[in-house]
């Protein structure tokens, strides 16, 4: 029945160690995100893929690396992992060339706490 | 370079007073303005706002955009605690369908 769903919702780690992070979307969308909060709850966007295709890449260190295997995934590699990567990731989908063409939905998150 | 600003950043008001959100804006090649309710756990979708001046409304919500002016409120009636939350405004913009952020406006009802 979930929309949209992350695994894990949790994550503690190390730091210098690679995690990764996994989305799923049953809504048959075209377009995935993922999105960063910081600990002042500023939502920033870090990537978006459009039919497997990388087509919003913001200012993220190479760190991080989003993988899309097909339209209904999308994982977020992290390298090397440092203090300042803890913070919420959400997933999100949309079905951008529809109307309404902006609606996103979100998956539930997935906190990640770099030790 | 595209630009959220919303206003206030925090506010605190009593149950059942009316509250009115501002978000303000910069935009090339405007989309949407849409705006998110984020509470402990991951943002809901409230409203998407294309065109000027239709005001959209879901129970105590309503929205409305003007174009001509770039900005966007959302009023709340008759609030309650469950109205606690992050309103969040984001702009969709740009020749990628790129999504700009506001920093929110955290709002407390207290009982």
């Known amino acids: 029945d979930t929309a949209v769903s992350q695994t894990p919702k949790y994550l503690v780690t190390q730091m210098g160690n690679d995690k990764s992070i996994k989305c799923e979307q049953n809504l048959g969308h075209d377009t995935m995100y993922w999105y960063k909060q910081d600990s002042k709850k500023f939502l920033k966007i870090m990537f978006s893929?459009?039919?497997?295709?990388?087509?919003i890449n913001e200012t993220v260190p190479n760190r991080f690396s989003p993988k899309s295997p097909d339209k209904a995934h999308l994982n977020l590699h992290i390298n090397s992992l440092e203090l300042g990567d803890s913070a919420v990731y959400f997933c999100a989908s949309s079905q951008v060339w529809t109307s309404p063409p902006d609606t996103q939905y979100f998956g539930p998150g997935t906190r990640l706490t770099v030790l | 370079e595209d630009k959220v600003v919303q206003s206030p950043l925090s506010l605190v008001v009593h149950e059942g007073d009316t509250v009115t959100l501002n978000c303000s804006y910069e935009v090339t090649n405007f989309r949407s303005l849409l705006w998110y309710k984020q509470e402990k756990k991951a943002p809901t979708f409230l409203f998407m706002l294309?065109?000027?001046?239709i005001e959209k409304k879901s129970g105590r919500l309503s929205s409305i955009l003007d174009k001509k002016e770039l900005f966007s409120i959302l009023n709340i009636t008759a609030t309650q605690t469950g109205d606690s939350a992050i309103y969040l405004c984001v702009l969709s913009g740009g020749s990628n369908y790129k999504l700009t952020f506001g920093k929110g406006t955290l709002l407390t009802v207290n009982p």
């Open positions: 893929y459009n039919n497997k295709e990388l087509i």
């Open positions: 294309t065109s000027s001046g």
